[in-house]
């Protein structure tokens, strides 16, 4: 423990020395060092590490994550296949934060048994750092139970396995019964009545790590950069990857969702190899989807959450739509370096060139700041452009700002363009620090709360003078508990 303090570890990407200035400016405002620490670790952490909760249908799994996130939130219902999406939450346990992925039930009509079922967990598993698997303890371990061990022992991935349904003493022998399974020691629980979720989730502590694994190459570690293309189906993302790839890697064909599954394909340009991770497109609505085009949606959401850049695809030829910029909002909110690519620019003429740049203007505004390239995956025209853009994004995307050149920056902007007046008080940002990057994290410490529209000034003025293009911004802000006046 000492080494990681004194290494600087404990304050996120902060050194000693200028996380010592920070605390000292921090208590000449007033904040004490636990306020302090709590919005950095808020605003710092980066990804949260993810729990996966799988098992087959009705089991309990919605159940048990309404009792792990302490809330009634999860679709629960008794009958199996409920759940579809899968569905995300925040959670904390023993001062620890995690995600938790509730999972849905798998297709059985539709893709058959042991795929279906490798469709759904396959999925859950890539994308968490461990996983909860659920059994329903009065039935006992069965084929498809059994169908999803061999898909957990494949992973790796830590596993804590949980005997749901034990209300009493009668059903622990019920659990006991589960460690024929081969997964270590059956945890018995009633996630309905939370018999036991406690020792569960201590188990569940201990499985997942401090922060999720890198699954991204990092430039220092010298691993390919990940570069998703994502988009509409049949927007040409197979046909990029090839163009790019200077070879017919993948099918194109002109049926919608040819591609499946992702496809990683590892692809030099410029003397730097990058791995392309060819996408299934995204249809309009996940929980309306059957088979295997739901499981393709997932799977290019597990995608996008293993990408450092997303390059989104758009056809320029069609108006932009609202799936367009539901993908950008999936994409920006996984926090992802992005490009923005309109593909098919070889076919427009200039009327149909005049209004599509209003449409960018008006449509995809939320992310004016991403690199644009005007493509064609058929004809290969400007092809060269979309590597200089990816560097770009992921220039922007790591790029940090020293403390004390961000406080000069605040100081600034605070003296020429105050927070309006509201209530006969002016909130006003103290000081502020930079608390990550992948993408880049702020926290600001403030004496009173800040505007939507005043957040969004703040992003502005810290694009126009540090860059960070191609790259969402978060910005959180603390402010400052009232005191109580000492008699």
């Known amino acids: 423990m000492n080494d990681q303090i004194h290494s600087g570890d404990e304050h996120g990407e902060l050194g000693d020395a200028e996380y010592a200035e920070f605390m000292e400016l921090a208590a000449q405002e007033g904040f004490d060092a636990e306020e302090i620490a709590g919005a950095l670790d808020e605003a710092g952490h980066g990804p949260l590490p993810r729990l ?10 919605s159940t048990l994550v309404n009792r792990i996130i302490g809330r009634r939130e999860a679709v629960v219902q008794d009958k199996p296949g409920v759940t579809r999406d899968r569905v995300t939450y925040e959670a904390e ?3 620890r934060r995690f995600k938790v992925v509730d999972t849905g039930g798998w297709e059985q009509d539709v893709l058959g048994l042991d795929a279906s079922v490798a469709a759904q967990a396959e999925y859950a598993i890539e994308a968490s750092d461990a996983v909860v698997f659920v059994v329903d303890a009065t039935v006992g371990a069965t084929d498809t139970d059994e169908a999803v061990v061999k898909l957990l022992r494949r992973s790796g991935k830590p596993v804590v396995l949980c005997a749901n349904k034990v209300d009493g003493q009668s059903g622990e022998a019920d659990a006991a019964a589960l460690w024929s399974l081969g997964l270590g020691e059956p945890h018995p629980i009633s996630a309905l009545h939370g018999r036991g979720t406690g020792d569960m989730l201590d188990a569940v502590l201990e499985a997942l790590p401090d922060a999720p694994a890198q699954t991204f190459g990092a430039a220092g570690a010298g691993g390919p950069r990940r570069i998703a293309l994502i988009g509409r189906p049949n927007v040409g993302k197979s046909s990029l990857l090839n163009k790019v790839a200077n070879e017919e ?64 695809l758009i056809d320029s030829s069609e108006s932009i739509s609202v799936q367009d910029q539901r993908i ?49 995956a058929r004809t290969g025209r400007h092809m060269e452009k979309l590597v200089p853009a990816i560097e ?16 000069a920056f605040l100081g600034e902007i605070v003296a020429s363009h105050p927070h309006p007046i509201r209530g006969g008080k002016q909130p006003r940002i103290l000081f502020g620090t930079q608390a990550g990057t992948k993408p880049p994290r702020f926290v ?24 960070f293009e191609g790259t969402p911004i978060h910005i959180s802000v603390r402010v400052r508990e009232k005191r109580g006046r000492k008699k």
Request: hydrophobic content about 45%; glycine content about 10%; cysteine-free.
């Open 52 to 61: 996966a909760v799988v098992g087959r249908p009705n089991v309990g799994k």
């Open 249 to 312: 890697r993948v099918v194109v064909n002109e049926l919608a969702g040819t591609t499946r599954d992702p496809v990683d394909e590892l692809i030099e340009l410029g003397g730097v190899t990058w791995k392309f991770i060819d996408t299934a497109g995204i249809r309009r609505r996940v929980h309306l989807q059957e088979g295997a085009d739901y499981y393709a949606s997932l799977r290019t959401a597990a995608a996008v959450e293993k990408a450092e850049v997303a390059v989104i």
């Open 93 to 95: 346990w023993a001062g």
């Open 328 to 376: 950008i909002t999936m994409a920006v909110d996984a926090g992802r370096a992005i490009v923005l690519a309109m593909n098919k620019w070889d076919t427009l003429d200039e009327e149909r060139r005049y209004y599509l740049e209003r449409e960018i203007e008006t449509e995809l505004g939320q992310i004016a700041w991403a690199p644009r390239v005007n493509v064609s």
């Open 392 to 407: 770009t994004a992921l220039a922007g995307w790591e790029t940090r700002v020293p403390t004390g050149r961000l406080n």
């Open 444 to 467: 600001l410490f403030a004496s009173g709360f800040l505007e939507a529209g005043y957040r969004r000034f703040v992003e502005r003025r810290l694009r126009e003078e540090f860059g």
